[in-house]
């Protein structure tokens, strides 16, 4: 106690913590021989300024033959500071960061390091309502155990799922009537994610009858795919070329559109897009799409076209797989979830607002690129196509 007192010349604060901390770990020390404290008493007697716990300056008081106190230095602050740390942790060792994390489910007993049977690869995410139950049951069995399952529920019915096996090993996220890209930019940041080699962000309304996750995933390395989707069946009923399943090939990148539509081959709608129903992405390229999602704009419109801005050259690595093959069946779902308004019925109300962010995506984006031209004092590529 008064070896600390006499090493350094802190404010009265520290002073008082850390007497008052010695004399707790004194009596903790009493009962507990070991001198294994709670993590509760720890950070009760943290000390506010210096980020140094009473705990490190006990464990000095207990070792140091010295009277140097290596951990402050003569103004009191703390010695560690370190700029290359990630922003806001500059004060702490870099051993001690985990700048990134999983969705791996952990045991509360046991030792931490035998908790996890399977370190899983990949990630799948569906954004369900409970009338898709049936369906979100069949498309889950076509993910393997190397799947990170999350369920996104919009409709706030979270237990009705616990009759299927696999829901015990899911993750369950819900908040009433939140869209896909909602729910992504909050629960799916990157460096939570950082695990997952490829991350799948699907709708509930996909028929998986010819799908197969991993045989997808082969695939996908095959080709190169830093951004992919399995072909949709042509029945179902197409917006565009490039998404449609070509039988008679594993992977496609590109297509022909109706005439005009397309300004260059390299561009969307053409190649270098898939749509936001059903796609599937590579950790790094996840990173910068996470980025570009905007945090008001819900509903991803304007998304699919934009995705280019993250893969070079995204002709080549964004594709089609057309061998793993989904159905798109279209159910309306949270677009019904809307309000009516002006008696008007609510997905009226949902289609316009897609619409109006969609418009407001573009313009955005446009906008941001064009400052940045103007800020480097260079001149635009020719690629306008956003
Ligand atoms: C800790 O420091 C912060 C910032 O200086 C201050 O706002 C806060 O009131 C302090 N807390 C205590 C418990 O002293
Ligand atoms: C205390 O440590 C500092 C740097 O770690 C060193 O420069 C200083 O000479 C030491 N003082 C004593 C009294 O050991
Ligand atoms: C503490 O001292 C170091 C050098 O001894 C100085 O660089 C630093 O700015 C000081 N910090 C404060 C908060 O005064
Ligand atoms: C899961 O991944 C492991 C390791 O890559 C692989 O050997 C195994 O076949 C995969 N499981 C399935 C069902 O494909
Ligand atoms: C860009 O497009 C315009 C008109 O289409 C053309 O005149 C110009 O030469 C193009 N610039 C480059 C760098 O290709």
Known sequence: MRLIINSVIPNMRLII???IGVMLGFFIGMSFPTLQFPSGIISYIEDNNSGITTLALLNRAGTSTTKNNSLLNS?????IYIPSNPKGAERLAPGILRPESDLYLRRLWGNPSEDLQIQHKYLVTFTVGHDQKKNIDTAVKKFSENFTIV??????RTSEWDEFEWSKRAIHVSAKRQTKWWFAK??????????YEYIFIWDEDLGVEHFNAEEYIKLVRKYGLEISQPGLDPSSGLAWQM???????EVHKETEERPGWCTDPHLPPCAAFVEIMAPVFSRNAWRCVWHMIQNDLVHGWGLDLALRKCVEPAHEKIGVVDSQWIVHQVVPSLGNQGKAENGKAPWVGVRNRCRQEWGIFQARLADAEKAYYIKMGITPPNDTHA
């Open 243 to 249: 998404t449609r399943r070509m039988s008679d090939r």
């Open 17 to 19: 913590s850390t007497v």
């Open 75 to 79: 103004n009191g602050t703390g010695k």
């Open 151 to 156: 369920l996104f529920h919009y409709d706030g």
């Open 186 to 195: 909050r629960f799916l940041h990157p460096d939570i994610v950082a695990r």
